[in-house]
């Protein structure tokens, strides 16, 4: 390594840990180069980075599924699943895609790939090195848009790419990411702002305390990377309906030492229900408090949005959801393309569930927000089909959709389809709330507690029970 890239890099590593303990820092590249020309600028230090975030699943899209427990050694993730939003990247990468006004309404899945266009490989090459966007998670200020390239397709370029002295000034500004740019992405997810997830609102940008303890501004201030930044561009943490992980042994939990050492609470009846229940529980009691959240996406009902002159499917959204309570020990049951569906018990298909039990010594009680939605499902396999949505938010025309799709994904035509319920379980985890603003316990244990007991395996409220029912 030279001296100047050894400079650049023990930087970077200053800025990490500042980033980290709640103050954003931003270095200045001047020193280092003159004039930004693209990914290939920052190869020339940034070598070994950019081969290590080839790897991790920002990039491929997809990693080892050690927690899915019907992965079967499988390398799974939202490039070779299934979804109940955009159902997945089948068909529809990278594209341009116009309404009746010549308005752009779609640029694809790319839109949130940290590349500049070409769909992720599993071979690494120089292109796909290059293909890397680092200043999408790295640069402040920093915004791109989809530019033909001259050759029949399309590339993510700055929008300042024919300002040379603005887009220098922006490729200068590096830090370490900051949640404003993990939110570029994770917050409009989905197709609209918290559509997805659920509990990743934009006010965490700049919350108050009452409204994430963690993250307040004027508390701790803590990062995206502070909880989530692994080694080698790696991230920890996979949420209960996501296939893949950067890191086989390796869980984001609340209660270590770095974080809350046990005991937590100086009261040893809440100490006691930390063996059962996930933190996440008591102190995040409502998600989606500020953006509505989407709860149902019917794909059999094409809805037009006039305004927007797009196409969409139905989608119901709600607010200040209380969120659903299950049992999970860090495994995940999916149900993967090619695979004929699982029922659950009222008769839809579960999509993402989580496993565990109360009689499970390794599960606790989480939060979740479960997302139903209604899919086309193929006839005598009884797979689920995805649907090929950039060309459907244009027209409307739904059944082509999903006939493209199969083709596509399952080299079918002359297809029959039927509509089927699916079910998600999503993991809530962001927006903790201070011990004030956590639940109580009658919120829990009242008569119109928030608790579904004989769902969760008790014959009736614990509360009520002689002896406790879990030592």
């Known amino acids: 390594m030279n001296h100047n890239r050894l400079t650049v890099t023990v930087a970077l590593i200053t800025i990490s840990v500042l980033t980290i303990a709640g103050q954003e820092t931003v270095s200045s590249h001047s020193k280092y180069f003159e004039r930004y020309e693209g990914t290939k600028t920052c190869l020339e230090c940034h070598q070994k980075d950019a081969e290590n975030f ?71 090459s120089r292109a796909q090195l290059e293909n890397i966007d680092c200043l999408i998670c790295h640069a402040s200020g920093y915004r791109r848009d989809l530019y033909d390239d001259g050759a029949g397709g399309f590339i993510w370029k700055p929008i300042l790419w024919k300002n040379q002295e603005g887009l220098d ?112 529980v008591c102190h995040i009691p409502k998600f989606a408090r500020t953006d509505a959240t989407d709860m ?75 997302h139903k939605a209604k899919l086309p499902l193929l006839a005598e396999k009884n797979w689920l089909i995805p649907i090929t949505v950039e060309h459907f938010f244009s027209n409307g025309q739904i059944d082509p959709a999903i006939r493209s799709a199969a083709k596509e994904s399952y080299n079918v035509s002359d297809i029959s389809y039927s509509w089927v319920d699916t079910t998600r379980f999503m993991g809530i985890f962001h927006g903790v709330q201070p011990k004030a603003r956590a639940l109580k316990c009658m919120d829990c244990h009242g008569p119109q507690g928030r608790m579904d007991w004989k769902g969760l395996g008790y014959k009736d409220n614990p509360m009520k029970l002689k002896p406790p029912p879990r030592k």
């Not at 927690?67 to 939003?85: A, C, E, M, P, Q």
């Not at 309404?99 to 071979?123: F, M, Q, W, Y």
């Not at 006010?203 to 009452?210: G, I």
């Open 296 to 370: 149902f996406r019917d794909w059999s009902k094409p809805s037009y949005n006039a305004e927007a002159d797009k196409y969409a499917a139905t989608i119901t959204l709600e607010k200040d959801v209380t969120p659903v309570y299950a049992w999970y020990n860090g495994f995940t049951w999916a149900q993967l393309p090619g695979e004929a569906v699982k029922r659950l018990p009222d008769g839809s298909v579960g999509m993402m569930m989580p496993e565990g039990a109360r009689d499970d010594p390794r599960a606790k009680i989480f939060a979740f927000k479960v």
């Open 54 to 124: 080839f790897h991790s699943q920002h990039y491929q899209w997809k990693g080892p599924a050690p927690n899915i427990v019907n992965s079967n050694n499988r390398k799974l993730g939202k490039i070779n699943t299934l979804n109940d939003f955009c159902t997945g990247p089948t068909g529809h990468w990278v594209e341009l895609v116009k309404n009746s006004r010549g308005d752009v309404i779609s640029r694809g899945c790319s839109a949130c790939h940290a590349g500049n266009g070409l769909k992720p490989s599993e071979t690494i």
């Open 169 to 280: 000034s922006v490729s200068k500004r590096i830090s370490s990411p900051t949640r404003t740019m993990c939110l570029r992405c994770h917050y409009n997810s989905g197709g609209g702002p918290n559509f997805k997830r659920g509990d990743i609102e934009y006010a965490l940008a700049n919350p108050e305390r009452d409204y994430d303890v963690h993250m307040a501004s004027a508390g701790k201030n803590m990062q995206c990377v502070g909880c989530h930044a692994g080694e080698d561009h790696r991230v920890v943490g996979r949420g209960t309906d996501l296939a893949g992980t950067d890191f086989r042994d390796r869980t984001l939990t609340c209660d270590n030492a770095a974080c809350h050492s046990s005991p937590t609470h100086k009261n040893p009846v809440l100490n006691k229900h930390s063996a059962s229940v996930n933190c996440t």
